[in-house]
């Protein structure tokens, strides 16, 4: 299944493909389907920063379970919303953080909603997205792209090491402009973002580990920059040895 090997190196876009088309074979398509509401996807995203996927789950569920709906959670004392937040990194940051978001989408439109970004371009739902507090680029792409099928390109932690270590952006190519540049090497189609997305999401999170990659696993290997750096070119018996799909054994995949 991995890339075969050739005396010509592969250029960053051909990588981001080679990529793609791999990781989809290695984990499986994926639907485009909202996994959850657009105002939860918003929020929750927010709550996940530097967090597990558990403690984020945790903290929007004592949330709406101390404060009813949104209209309670925005009239919250702050410290009570922090403390039933308090699962997540930075409370007291975050707490106020949501309700100004929430006071802002009640104002403008009328409701706690967010459906109107369906209707809007796609460069408007960023600028309106990324302009309130606490909502970067990341968050805004996954909201647009998860509930509204626009075709953009979340880039968090682990999609950012995997790209920079298998050569698909520049090793000074921050989390920012990763954005723009791994959108620019693929088509502006929803159903393959999303799918790439969650495909070097996944890699990162449970191969291309921050420490320790587990490089034996990895079906990248046959282009892989770090590879190639810390190991040379693959053998034969290491491309032989590698596993064509993710196996339900080593863990959940979380979607």
């Known amino acids: 299944m991995s890339a075969p090997t050739t005396d010509t190196p592969l250029s960053p876009e051909q990588k981001t493909w080679q990529n793609h088309q791999i990781l989809h074979e290695f984990y499986g398509p994926l639907p485009l389907e909202p996994r959850r509401a657009p105002m939860r996807e918003l929020i ?5 920063h530097r967090t597990t996927h558990a403690d984020e789950e945790l903290a929007y ?9 949104w209209e309670g959670v925005l009239a919250a004392p702050v410290a009570a919303l922090a403390h039933a937040i308090r699962t997540t990194r930075w409370p007291d940051t975050q707490a106020p953080r949501i309700q100004e978001i929430l006071r802002r989408i009640k104002a403008e439109q009328g409701a706690f909603t967010l459906d109107f970004l369906a209707d809007w371009p796609v460069e408007q739902g960023l ?6 507090p606490g909502i970067g680029l990341k968050t805004a792409s996954l909201v647009l792209l998860f509930n509204f099928q626009k075709p953009v390109l979340p880039v968090d932690t682990h999609v950012h090491r995997v790209a920079q270590r ?3 952006i520049g090793p000074k190519t921050s989390v ?4 723009q540049v791994l959108l620019a090497q693929l088509p502006k189609d929803a159903v393959i973002l999303l799918n790439f997305h969650k495909h070097n999401y996944w890699h990162g999170q449970h191969i291309c580990f921050f420490t320790k990659p587990d490089c034996a696993r990895c079906p990248l290997k046959s282009f892989c920059n770090y590879y190639l750096e810390h190991y040379g070119p693959p053998t034969p018996a290491a491309l032989a040895a590698t596993p064509t799909h993710w196996q339900r054994e080593w863990g959940v995949l979380l979607h």
């Open 127 to 132: 600028a309106w997205l990324t302009d309130m």
């Open 44 to 48: 929750s995203t927010l709550l996940s």
């Open 61 to 69: 569920d004592r949330m709406l379970e101390e404060f009813g709906d």
């Open 176 to 179: 920012e402009k990763a954005h």
């Open 166 to 168: 298998v050569g698909m």
